[in-house]
């Protein structure tokens, strides 16, 4: 039972980096997470895409700028 679920709203993801509408989730996979993914919400302009129909919320699309960096050294 959700507590101070508002009837007829239905839960409209913000984006975590400007507040906008997030059309978008975090793809990152984080182990111990019920779906496996990060799944912050993010919209289409503060999105990073490592790979097509994959997005990094900005914490993770640092993480993986440091794995990049990492892997070619
Ligand atoms: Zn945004
Ligand atoms: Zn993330």
Do not use: N, Y
């Not at 101070?4 to 980096?17: A, I, L």
């Not at 059309?23 to 993010?42: H, M, Q």
């Not at 700028?65 to 070619?72: F, G, H, L, T, V």
């Amino acid at each position: 039972m959700a507590t101070g679920f508002v009837c007829g709203t239905r839960r409209r993801p913000k984006c975590v980096q400007c507040g906008g509408r997030a059309d978008l989730e975090c793809d990152w996979k984080v182990p111990g997470r019920k779906r496996g993914t990060c799944d912050a919400p993010i919209c289409s302009r503060c999105t990073t895409s490592p790979a097509p129909e994959k997005d990094l919320c900005p914490d993770h699309a640092a993480a993986w700028q440091r794995w990049k960096e990492a892997r070619s050294a």
